[in-house]
């Protein structure tokens, strides 16, 4: 498992790509989660900025995450997070794009309430493949110390 000791700022992790996404998982999450027109058909995204169907930006994250869990050679040592900022959705996610992920350690601290755990600070972008950002936040992860200090 990759603990709080083996993350150092600067270090990158470039994570993916997911397989091609199909119209239909689009469609299945968007009927789950966000049924908004243009994340149900090409009809309903036509007069829309997006012009063709596209992922929920929700699907975008979901996503993401997905390839930040399982994206590594060996699992993070995870304790869950308290939350992330600065979230954008900088493009639209089309049929058949394929996501990267790069996440980049910025900043790490041993927890003043908890020793066990240690803070590390991400800058994440979701990325298709052209390389062009889609989305993009900054997060904090709890992850476990190998030693509590």
């Known amino acids: 498992m990759i603990h709080y000791e083996d993350m150092q700022p600067g270090d990158v992790a470039d994570l993916g ?8 998982a689009i469609v299945a999450f968007a009927e789950r989660y966000d049924p908004q027109p243009f994340h149900l058909s090409d009809a309903g ?3 829309t900025y997006f012009e063709t169907l596209a992922a929920s930006g929700w699907h975008t994250a979901a996503l993401t995450m997905k390839l930040l869990m399982t994206g590594r050679d060996e699992p ?4 869950g997070s308290p939350g992330f900022d600065d979230l954008r959705w900088h493009r639209p996610v089309h ?3 394929r996501l990267s992920v790069r996440c980049t350690v910025t900043d790490k601290r041993v927890s003043k309430s908890r020793p066990e755990m240690g803070l590390v600070h991400f800058a994440v972008e ?3 493949q052209d390389e062009v950002t889609v989305m993009s936040y900054r997060t ?3 992850l476990a110390r190998r030693e509590a200090g």
């Open 17 to 24: 790509p997911t397989e091609a996404i199909t119209a239909e």
């Open 45 to 47: 995204a036509a007069d």
């Open 76 to 79: 993070l040592a995870s304790l």
């Open 95 to 97: 049929v058949g794009d």
């Open 126 to 128: 979701t990325r298709n």
């Open 140 to 142: 904090v992860s709890m």
